[in-house]
DNA sequence: CTCGGCAGAATTTTT
DNA sequence: TTCTGCCGAG
């Protein structure tokens, strides 16, 4: 490697080389510093090219050098890029360091986002051909549950036995499989409302296109039907992209692998990146396979391991490769690195229940803040958003700074929602989900007699809401009252329409509020969050000034579900282990490593094994995020839904590599994790001593005193394989709902369709035959 | 039409 | 335990 001074290095030259120069074979300065593996990576630009990045190998360094090596050798403009990621973070992220890389910011890649980002962008621009307007909306889950509730009682069909959100799901994972209507088949569509599935999934789609809005699936799934409809358009894409990169491989879906397949057909230029260690997406729909048969699509492809881990010490990395080899199937990678230090052990501590965990973890991270690590450094990655609660209200208590990641999005909340209800009706009429969002709120008088005269007129005029409501205004058919309320309300929005051309959107949005009533109606509120309510809209409005206009503003609203907050105070961050991938972290807590919740014990009903395994990516993933330390812990004890509820440690603690982990015992403590090892067949030497031997004796007795619910010999008894034990079409009985037939069975999950209570989902433990 | 009380259900994970 | 949707009274 050159070891030019830096001094000498001019950004703009070193993306740039020129002949010039003395050293004509010098390398570009973004090359610098890399491995051999990485180096390949970002220089095979011909041909597909897989690329298995493990945990912490410096994957976006690759990616976004890849990016800028083909950037500042001119193979291609920023607009013939297309580099498709998942998260909007992500995306963010590859923008910022590649403009690092060759210099200022680079403009003009605008096929640079998320899946969904650029599905809407395509779709935008043939809006027409999938029978929509290019200003339709993006409808999120609450308004899809809303118009699949409406469609649902439309066809009156019951929805305490048939509830909607149990459509969404299965229309849901029809889109993730690339499925239209006419491609259900007739056991899938049977799962509904007695094999009504497929024509409510055709009407939802309908009700769509009269609506002017496409969900989150559509953003995929109508790209790809234009393209296989319309030759030119594809020719146009395949085209147009010189190079085709796409992050996070093992996490697409069966409707993302077609739009890829569909783009890259003509060009081969296609770079995919991925672990299959850390897929972690296949409960929505995620196939793993698709990067497992990556050399089979794109024969000749060349593949490129990044094994060597820059991140972890050796002992992290010791504990995380352990855990992972005991799933089958991988791809198989072992990560190394060069460091000398083993570092600290993995420590792990059990705990009477969530709340001593969390004064633990509090008191732990206080600690190591004391001896100067910063808490912008420390994450507590969680399984299920609930444990959030537990270490929120400790970190409070104590004062401790922390910042959750991820729950509750910025513009999830209600209030946040309503105004940009208010916003959406301005820029698209024929939005009626977020016209009936606000047509009462403020309450201004419209009930449910209104609201359904409303639906009268719009359905028998075959009209949006709005206009039918201008009608109805205008007629004699409603009371004097409500006449009134809802003609000044469409006046309003005529008149809100009319500024929106002129005002710019933050003074727009602010004016919207006060004269609809919405502010006063929050400082009439006494209740104690009205004031934060108020805030947040404030943000909300000051939020909105960064974009262009209101449409930009309003699909940012829609995809990215979330204000960009870049916060560098020091806090300690917590956040479920899903939302921590791709992340990294000086320090690690994992609390809550128990039976039945870590793994969950619905992964492990619903898909067994392979649900085990992805379960355990997941601890990968975790472990994997930390540099130097990592902490895991278990509760004996903890309170699911007000019930207290006792589990064992998880089997993952199992199996960590003993001569990574420092296992400690803690007084008062009295769970049998000991024998749960000797259960495994694993060691138990390093619960030997005292304490441990202590608390195994001591639960031991209580446990004659008082039995405690055995979860592990739940599990064995559930993870049966051989457990098929009913069939489609037989009737059964339920302690709590009676009567019924089996529709489907999903290993021992069961489907049943009950006389009294509808279809529900039932475990089949739970079941009789009778 | 609105508000309050009550019963019943709910809990992975997210673009 | 907490939230949601439904029902009846004012």
Not at 339 to 346: D, L, N, T
Not at 404 to 416: D, S
Not at 571 to 577: F, G, H
Not at 595 to 605: A, V
Request: glycine content about 8%.
């Amino acid at each position: 490697m050159t070891a030019r001074p830096h001094s000498y290095v001019d950004p703009l030259d070193a993306a740039f080389p020129t002949s010039s120069r003395a050293e004509p074979a010098a390398e570009p300065a973004y090359l610098r510093g890399l491995n051999a593996e990485q180096r390949e990576a970002v220089l095979a630009l011909d041909g597909p090219v897989l690329v298995l990045a493990g945990a912490g190998t410096g994957k976006t360094r690759v990616l976004t050098t890849r990016l800028a090596h083909i950037l500042a050798t001119k193979r291609a403009w920023p607009s013939q890029i297309l580099a498709v990621t998942f998260t909007n973070k992500a995306a963010r992220e590859m923008k910022e360091r590649i403009g690092a890389l060759i210099g200022g910011t680079v403009e003009g890649m605008q096929w640079l986002g998320t899946f969904h980002a650029i599905g809407a962008r395509m779709l935008r621009r043939h809006a027409e051909l999938a029978g929509l307007k290019p200003n339709f909306t993006i409808l999120d889950t609450d308004d899809q549950l809303r118009l699949l509730k409406q469609i649902l009682e439309a066809e009156n069909i019951d929805e305490k036995r048939f509830p909607a959100r149990t459509l969404a799901l299965l229309i849901d994972g029809w889109k993730n499989r690339g499925q239209l209507p006419p491609d259900v088949t007739d056991g899938d569509a049977q799962a509904f409302a007695f094999g009504k599935g497929r024509s409510l999934y055709a009407m939802y789609q309908a009700r769509l296109k009269a609506l002017n809005a496409a969900d989150f699936g559509d953003l995929l799934l109508e790209p790809i039907a234009i393209m296989r409809a319309h030759r030119e358009i594809l020719d146009d894409y395949q085209h147009r992209f010189r190079y085709m990169l796409v992050d996070e491989y093992q996490d697409t879906n069966v409707a993302q692998y077609l739009w890829l397949r569909l783009i890259s057909g003509a060009n081969k230029n296609l770079c995919v990146v991925g672990d299959d260690d850390q897929s972690i997406y296949a409960w929505r729909g995620a196939e793993v396979e698709n990067i497992l048969r990556f050399e089979r699509d794109y024969p000749g492809a060349k593949v490129i391991r990044l094994e060597r881990n820059y991140r972890s010490t050796p002992a992290i990395l010791g504990a995380a490769s352990g855990l992972i080899a005991a799933n089958a199937g991988r791809l198989g990678k072992t990560l190394w690195t060069e460091s000398e230090e083993p570092g600290e052990k993995v420590q792990v501590k059990g705990f009477w229940d969530a709340e001593e965990e969390a004064r633990n973890v509090a008191s732990e991270a206080e600690n190591l803040k004391r001896q100067g690590r910063a808490l912008s450094g420390m994450a507590v990655l969680v399984r299920a958003s609930f444990q959030i609660r537990a270490f929120e209200d400790r970190f409070l208590a104590i004062g401790l700074p922390f910042r959750v990641v991820g729950t509750t999005p910025f513009y999830n909340r209600a209030e946040n929602r309503d105004a940009i209800a208010y916003l959406r009706v301005i820029a698209q009429g024929d939005d009626d989900l977020a016209f009936e969002r606000i047509i009462n709120k403020p309450k201004r008088g419209l009930g449910d007699v209104a609201i359904q005269a409303l639906h009268n007129h719009a359905r028998t005029a075959n009209l949006p809401l709005l206009m039918a409501a201008e009608e109805l205004a205008a007629s004699e058919e409603l009371a004097p009252k409500a006449r009134t309320a809802l003609s000044d309300l469409v006046k309003s929005f005529a008149r809100w329409r009319q500024q929106s051309m002129q005002l710019p959107h933050a003074e727009l949005a602010e004016m919207v509020l006060d004269e609809s009533g919405y502010t006063d109606m929050l400082k009439a509120d006494k209740s104690p969050d009205a004031a934060g309510r108020l805030d947040n809209l404030k943000e909300l409005v000051r939020a909105m000034e960064q974009y262009e206009s209101l449409t930009a503003f309003l699909e940012h609203v829609s995809l990215v579900m979330d204000l960009e907050n870049n916060e560098t105070e020091d806090k300690i961050n917590l956040m479920t282990l899903h939302g921590a991938k791709g992340l990294e972290f000086d320090i690690v807590f994992l609390p809550g490593w128990e039976e039945g919740l870590f793994p969950s014990q619905r992964t492990l009903d619903e898909k067994g094994t392979t649900g085990l395994e992805e379960e355990r990516r997941l601890a990968y993933v975790g472990l994997t995020r930390a540099k130097s330390r990592v902490f895991i812990s278990f509760a004996a004890n903890r309170r699911v839904h007000g019930q207290w509820q006792s589990a064992l440690p998880s089997r993952f603690i199992g199996e960590l590599p003993e001569a990574h982990i420092d296992a400690v015992a803690d007084e008062g403590f009295y769970g049998n994790y000991g024998t749960f090892r000797d259960n495994q067949g694993g060691f138990s030497s390093p619960y030997s001593s005292p304490g441990w031997r202590r608390a195994q004796e001591a639960r031991a007795s209580a446990r004659e005193r008082a039995p405690i619910i055995d979860v592990a010999a739940k599990v064995v008894a559930t993870g049966d394989p051989t457990a098929a034990k009913f069939a489609t079409g037989e009737r059964v009985f339920h302690q709590k709902f009676g009567y019924g037939r089996i529709v489907t069975v999903e290993g021992n999950k069961l489907l049943v369709n009950f006389d009294k209570a509808g279809s529900k989902r039932v475990m089949d433990g739970f079941v009789e035959k009778v």
